[in-house]
């Protein structure tokens, strides 16, 4: 019985090819209305000096149905899991405006010139529209017995507007000294560990997998002021559930966004992991969110953590609550984890970038010292090389936005509704953008050196949908590598490779030598 479901879903699934297919060559033969055809149309009603129209945007070649995909698999140029560097690539063929096609010949347009990615960004909107994450939203839909809506990392309009309004404000309200302590507290355990499992050789084989481990208890302990134990020895079992679950979330989410979509007529396998890590961090958060609600049972200590604030709120569905919690959490771990390996890794790469940064923090926290406030304020250059390696090595490499009205980008119309990628990364590489725009230069960002754009160096995103966490983020980062450097002399033993998992992220395993500075120094 289940061989003859799965036969009739393929049956049909051709079916739909072939419809699809077919209806794509009457689209042509005919030239009906979309997106792509308004704006031929519209174009041919202008006067010939007008704009050039949609059509004629360069870039890769596309083929029925598959669009470019064909790009992307053997024997294609390119990769998904470079897909970064294949958008870099793309901008050395076809200049700073690329037309590509997706599945079914939908057109995105790769936006690399600063002026044309800031008027995308300066663009007045009451609810910028950017795309979802097309699998998980398909799953929430589906279980409204578990969600009120599809979180407000996917959701759209008024329903984003309402749980941005809502839920995102009680993070400002967090201490921060609240914040930095626990951060200091939970990184002094991670040196601890380090030092422990560097006993015999000196070497972690895996350090990523350290520095994801200090995100998560760090997200969790700030937003929902509990410890799950993820730095222990023996890990509990909730805490190993919930790693696993969120590490294998980008990587699946990866799949279902860019693969093929089988998804959607047959239970794929991508897309069946991607329903367990949602069940499974649904489960551990529901489990977090029902000890809260009860008066009696207390693990934390802070009185006003933003789990407490958003459960004291009468007029939000409690599905609301909890789908903010998980994607808030989800969406921090790797995010800061990435950017906290690559900072690192930039800084240790650079001998004299180093230097200064140890000769920093000698200054301001010497080993043994405490990292407060007060001298997190006072370590402007480790700030800076931050913002450098971000706009270096950012973890998110673009922007995406749904067109609400026509743009006129390099001289092409480009009509409302169009996905439009603001590539960002690939601008910040360009020496037009910023000196010497593929070395390292913590410098151009002190004592206002830098005038470029304030639309590329962007990896939180900007205005109404930029990161909800940002600060939180950037607090972990910078608490994490402090503590580190305060503490060891690191050498990674072998360039980091980026690979593009959903987000940049850096291919392990990241092998990492550390050495005591207190021992150095005696």
């Known amino acids: 019985m289940v061989f003859v479901r799965a036969l009739t879903r393929i049956v049909l699934y051709v079916v739909h090819v072939a419809i699809k297919c077919l209806s794509a060559v ?17 174009h041919n009603q202008l006067n010939y000096n007008g704009p050039k129209s949609f059509s004629e945007i360069p870039g890769p070649r596309a083929i029925p149905f598959f669009g470019s995909q064909w790009l992307y698999i053997w024997p294609g140029p390119y990769s998904l899991e470079k897909l970064h560097i ?41 609810h910028p529209i950017r795309p979802e994450l097309e699998a998980q939203s398909a799953y929430r839909r589906s279980r409204p017995d578990r969600y009120n809506s599809v979180g407000i990392v996917n959701a759209q309009g008024s329903e984003w507007h309402h749980l941005r309004s809502k839920l995102v404000p009680q993070l400002s309200r967090l201490s921060p000294l609240d914040a930095i302590r626990e951060l200091c507290s939970i990184s002094d355990e991670l040196i601890r560990k380090i030092k422990k499992d560097c006993q015999s050789s000196q070497a972690l084989d895996n350090f990523e997998k350290y520095v ?113 919690l998980i994607d808030l959490v989800a969406a921090g771990i790797e995010t800061t984890g990435n950017a906290a390996i690559f900072l690192l890794y930039n800084i240790i790469s650079n001998p004299s970038v180093r230097k200064s940064v140890y000769e920093e923090l000698d200054e301001i926290v010497p080993l043994g010292s405490e990292i407060t406030l007060e001298t997190m304020q006072h370590l402007p250059y480790l700030r800076a090389c931050l913002t450098e390696s971000l706009r270096l090595s950012p973890v998110a490499p673009n922007i995406a936005r749904i067109l609400e009205k026509p743009f006129i980008f390099q001289d092409y119309y480009v009509p409302a509704g169009t996905l439009v990628v603001c590539e960002t990364w ?79 992220s850096p291919k392990g395993p990241v092998k990492v030598i550390f050495k005591e500075r207190s021992s150095l120094n005696t």
Request: aromatic share 12%; glycine share 4%.
């Open 86 to 126: 294949a958008n870099q690539d793309k901008f050395t063929k076809y200049g700073l405006i690329v037309r590509e096609n997706h599945l079914w010949n939908f057109p995105i347009i790769h936006l690399y010139d600063k002026s044309d990615i800031e008027a995308v960004l300066r663009q007045p909107s009451k």
């Open 212 to 324: 994801y481990r200090y995100g998560l208890e760090a997200t969790v302990a700030v937003l929902l002021d509990q410890r799950l134990g993820t730095l222990k020895e023996c890990i509990p079992p909730v805490a190993a559930r919930l790693m696993e679950a969120t590490d294998k979330l980008f990587e699946v989410s990866h799949d279902t966004m860019y693969g093929l979509p089988w998804w959607k007529y047959i239970p794929s396998k991508p897309y069946q992991e991607l329903i367990n890590c949602e069940n499974t961090i649904y489960e551990v958060f529901a489990d977090f969110v029902s000890k809260a609600k009860q008066p009696d049972i207390k693990t934390g200590m802070n009185e006003n953590s933003y789990l407490d604030q958003i459960l004291a709120m009468d007029d939000v569905d409690d599905r609301d609550k909890l789908v903010t």
């Open 426 to 504: 690939v601008a910040c590489l360009q020496d037009s953008n910023f000196d010497n725009a593929k070395k390292f230069i913590p410098e151009r960002w002190l004592y206002g050196e830098t005038k470029s754009s304030p639309f590329l160096a962007i990896p939180f995103g900007v205005g109404r949908r930029m990161c909800p966490g940002k600060r939180l983020a950037e607090q972990e980062i910078m608490i994490l590598t402090a503590k580190l450097l305060q503490n060891f002399e690191m050498v990674f033993t072998e360039p980091v490779e980026q690979v593009y998992k959903f987000l940049i």
């Open 26 to 42: 009457v689209f042509y033969r005919q030239n009906k209305v979309s997106s792509a055809a308004a704006a031929d149309v519209f």
